[in-house]
Nanobody
Framework: DVELVESGGGAVQPGGSLRLSCAVS?????????MAWVRQAPGKGLEWVAW???????VYIDSVKGRFTISRDNSRNELSMHMTNLKIEDTAVYYC????????????????????????WGRGSQVTVSS
């Protein structure tokens, strides 16, 4: 079975940094899949925050541009996201996810998304930003 395991979350103060990692196993032709980081905060809907295509082109939701950087290592079946200048509103559970489709501008939707847009995802990693 396909398994995605996130790690790297934790508690930080505003302005701090974290690096999330995701180990992907059992996914046939990993390099042919787009990958994304999505998050869900209490009381809020699911939101994709960073998306990386098979050609390594990244896309970000406006609120994280300049602060978050998504990357992938196809040789290791790994997805990462470096987060800097974290804000209280970044507090959420972050999930590594494999989208059902390749990126198109129609998927932007201001970041709003649902689980139906994804084929696989992990258990998530909690990121808590508080002073």
């Amino acid at each position: 079975d396909v398994e995605l395991v996130e790690s790297g979350g934790g508690a930080v103060q505003p302005g701090g940094s974290l690096r999330l990692s995701c180990a992907v196993s059992g996914l046939l032709k990993y390099s042919n899949w787009d990958m994304a980081w999505v998050r869900q905060a209490p009381g809020k809907g699911l939101e994709w925050v960073a998306w990386i295509s098979t050609s390594w082109t990244p896309v970000y939701i406006d609120s994280v541009k300049g602060r978050f950087t998504i990357s992938r290592d196809n040789s290791r079946n790994e997805l990462s996201m470096h987060m800097t200048n974290l804000k209280i509103e970044d507090t959420a559970v972050y999930y590594c996810a494999a989208p059902r489709e390749h990126w198109t501008s129609e998927l932007y939707r201001g970041g709003a998304t649902t689980w139906s847009e994804f084929r696989y995802w992990g258990r998530g990693s909690q990121v808590t930003v508080s002073s």
